[in-house]
Every structure is written in C-alpha cells, then in structure tokens.
C-alpha cells in the first residue's frame, strides 16, 4: 500500500492516541499523508480480556487491521472477508458465541498468546504482527502491564466487553475504574514516541473508555504536559451525537452535556488545539481552545487523509505561531 505522502510532512513525526474504531479510522488517514514509518499510535488496553482461553486486544487489532487495511469495512473492527466455522462449532462445546471472532482473527489471538505464554511483552507482540501484516506504523499498547476497564452500573460492574457487546451499552454508567492501571509503567517505547513526537493527536476516540484508560497509565499524562508538541484533539461528538459507540450516551448518564465542549472539558490542560466538526460551528467560542471547524465524517480513504492532512496542518500552524519549531525544541532527558 503506497501512502501517498504530503510532500511538505516530510520531517515530522506524528504520534496518535487511539481506542477502537474511530481512532482507528484517522490513523489510516494520517498513515496515508505521512512517510512511511512517520506514525506512532498509542492504543487503548483497557478493552483486552481473556476469552475462549486468549488474550484479545480489540483495540489494538481494529487499529492494527485498519492501518494493514484488511478490517472489515461495515463493522470497523475483525477482518474482511471473514469466516465464522469455529465460533459456530463452538456452540456444539458449549463454548462462548457472543463475542464474534472469525477464524482468521483467531489466527492472531492463538499466535499473540503463544508468544505471551513464551514471556514476549505485548509491545513486542504487537510490534511483529504489524511488521508481518506490512503496517509502515509503529503500533503501541499503551502499557505492557494489564489494565481492564470495569464498567459500574445499575444493574452492577461489569467487565468491558460484557458492558460493550453482551449487554450492547444498556445498562446505565455510574462510574469507571481501571483496574491494574496503579501497576502500568510507561515503556521506552511509550516515552520515544512522545519525546519524539512533532505533533500529539487524540484521535476521534471515546474519551471515557479509550483516551481515559490511556492516560491512567502513570507518567503518561505528566509527559504529555512537559513535551514541547502541540496537542490536537478531535471530537468524537457530532452534532449532539456519537458516530459510534457509547460515547453520547455515557456522556447523558454521566449528566454531562453531549458536545465536543465537554470533551474539551474532560481533556483539560492536556490540548493545545481542537477540532470539531463544521456542523458544531456555532459552538466554536465555547471552545476554550484554538479551533479548527472542518468536516470530520470520514467515510473513505479521501475524507481521512482530507482530515488527517486538516489536524495536522493545524497542529503545526499553532506550533508556528506560538512555540519553538519542531526541530530546535530540546527533547526530554
Ligand atoms: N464488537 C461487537 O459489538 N460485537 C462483537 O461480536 C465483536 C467482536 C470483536 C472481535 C474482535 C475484535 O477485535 C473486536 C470485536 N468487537 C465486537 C469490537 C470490540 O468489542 C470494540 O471495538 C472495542 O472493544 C471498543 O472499541
């Protein structure tokens, strides 16, 4: 897959933090804008659980998946071209039916927990998948160490993707913990990636489920505050709603307004610019921010790199005007 880079981002180095599908989706479009090997995306684990005996990353796999690009368009998440024929034998063992994996997906999970089995962390883990899928990014989870979101609700706490897939987001949110993240350390990886980086993009994403689990891991949020590169958030809020997922609904049942202005408000000190969709235009002076207002609905190939190209324009410019040029900004020691 030739990305078609933009000639003038040929020196910069951009690191995204991501959850599931929407993350994913502006992944793919600053993969296609930048050089190859330009990108690092830092993925949500808080998703990651045991099944069937496996350890499943889902979002690492649908940001995985996307940028190999062999995700299966209609859903976001699993492959294309996918087949069912263990998931339906499994109802013959009794075995779990509600959480889909596909026969090639299992490829991956059987081999991701064979290498953890052998001691291999899942930064190296993930780091051979997408050189074996042909990915030009650098992929992270967001620590090596297990982080699990427990979902606390009405009907009492359930574990992510019990909440997510079982119960389809039903149950009313009362709170969110993540447990294990007390334990997480920031990698080498983790901390190159943000040192390094010329411009931070928080992708689209749930900002209580993917980008909350991500800067629970201790450390990271202090280094986002002391690295030097502009911070671009992108709202996963659309004219009063979520493309996909909960992330409206948990807004409502968290009494927050469902507006890009509280996801600016739940990222706090940690931006220096935000994008929000052309159709939240009128809410743009209720951003505390510099703002960007664009089209941010990415449907194909063109619209993400339209809005990857956007953000990162973007994030420069506010470098340009207000901060050391990348190149001359001491990296951290
Ligand atoms: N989401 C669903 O709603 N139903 C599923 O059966 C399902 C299976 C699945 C298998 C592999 C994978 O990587 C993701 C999968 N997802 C499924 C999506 C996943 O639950 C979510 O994408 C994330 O956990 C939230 O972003």
């Given at each position: 897959m030739l990305s078609s880079f933009t000639p003038g981002f040929t020196q910069i180095r951009v690191t995204a933090l991501a959850g599931g599908v929407g993350g994913a989706k502006l992944a793919v479009g600053l993969q296609q804008i930048l050089p190859p090997g330009a990108l690092t995306v830092i993925v949500n684990t808080g998703d990651d659980f045991e099944h069937w005996g496996l350890h499943v990353c889902p979002?690492?796999?649908?940001?995985?998946?996307?940028?190999?690009t062999i995700n299966n368009p209609e859903m976001g998440w699993g492959r294309q071209e996918e087949k069912f024929t263990v998931l339906d034998e499994?109802?013959?063992?009794?075995?779990?039916?509600?959480?889909?994996?596909?026969?090639?997906?299992?490829?991956?999970?059987?081999?991701?927990?064979?290498w953890m089995r052998q001691g291999?962390?899942?930064?190296?883990?993930?780091?051979?998948?997408?050189r074996m899928l042909g990915?030009?990014?650098?992929?992270?989870?967001?620590?090596?160490?297990?982080?699990?979101t427990l979902v606390h609700t009405d009907e009492g706490d359930l574990p992510f993707q019990h909440y997510f897939v079982r119960r389809r987001c039903e149950p009313?949110?009362?709170?969110?913990?993540?447990?294990?993240?007390?334990?997480?350390?920031?990698?080498?990886?983790?901390?190159?990636?943000?040192?390094?980086?010329?411009?931070?993009?928080?992708?689209?994403?749930?900002?209580?489920?993917?980008?909350?689990?991500?800067?629970?891991?201790?450390?990271m949020r202090d280094?986002?505050?002391?690295?030097?590169?502009p911070k671009i958030g992108v709202s996963p809020i659309v004219s009063g709603q979520a493309l996909k997922g909960p992330a409206a609904k948990m807004m409502r049942e968290l009494g927050e307004m469902i507006s890009p202005v509280t996801v600016v408000d739940h990222l706090g000190d940690l931006l220096d610019g935000f994008v929000i969709d052309a159709q939240d235009r009128d809410l743009c002076?209720?951003?505390?921010?510099?703002?960007?207002?664009t089209d941010t609905i990415m449907v194909d190939l063109e619209s993400k790199a339209e809005l990857a190209r956007?953000?990162?324009?973007?994030?420069?410019?506010?470098?340009?005007?207000?901060?050391?040029?990348?190149?001359?900004?001491?990296?951290?020691?």
């Amino acid at each position: 897959m030739l990305s078609s880079f933009t000639p003038g981002f040929t020196q910069i180095r951009v690191t995204a933090l991501a959850g599931g599908v929407g993350g994913a989706k502006l992944a793919v479009g600053l993969q296609q804008i930048l050089p190859p090997g330009a990108l690092t995306v830092i993925v949500n684990t808080g998703d990651d659980f045991e099944h069937w005996g496996l350890h499943v990353c889902p979002d690492l796999d649908t940001v995985l998946y996307n940028l190999a690009t062999i995700n299966n368009p209609e859903m976001g998440w699993g492959r294309q071209e996918e087949k069912f024929t263990v998931l339906d034998e499994m109802d013959r063992y009794g075995g779990d039916q509600w959480f889909r994996i596909g026969d090639k997906d299992l490829a991956l999970h059987l081999r991701r927990t064979e290498w953890m089995r052998q001691g291999v962390s899942l930064s190296e883990v993930t780091d051979r998948l997408r050189r074996m899928l042909g990915v030009p990014s650098t992929i992270l989870p967001m620590c090596n160490e297990p982080v699990r979101t427990l979902v606390h609700t009405d009907e009492g706490d359930l574990p992510f993707q019990h909440y997510f897939v079982r119960r389809r987001c039903e149950p009313t949110l009362v709170d969110l913990s993540f447990l294990g993240a007390e334990r997480a350390k920031l990698s080498n990886e983790i901390k190159r990636a943000l040192d390094r980086a010329d411009l931070v993009v928080f992708c689209p994403s749930n900002p209580y489920v993917s980008i909350d689990p991500i800067l629970a891991v201790p450390g990271m949020r202090d280094r986002l505050c002391a690295i030097k590169a502009p911070k671009i958030g992108v709202s996963p809020i659309v004219s009063g709603q979520a493309l996909k997922g909960p992330a409206a609904k948990m807004m409502r049942e968290l009494g927050e307004m469902i507006s890009p202005v509280t996801v600016v408000d739940h990222l706090g000190d940690l931006l220096d610019g935000f994008v929000i969709d052309a159709q939240d235009r009128d809410l743009c002076e209720a951003v505390i921010l510099p703002t960007l207002t664009t089209d941010t609905i990415m449907v194909d190939l063109e619209s993400k790199a339209e809005l990857a190209r956007a953000v990162v324009e973007f994030g420069l410019s506010l470098h340009a005007n207000h901060m050391l040029s990348p190149i001359d900004q001491p990296s951290l020691q």
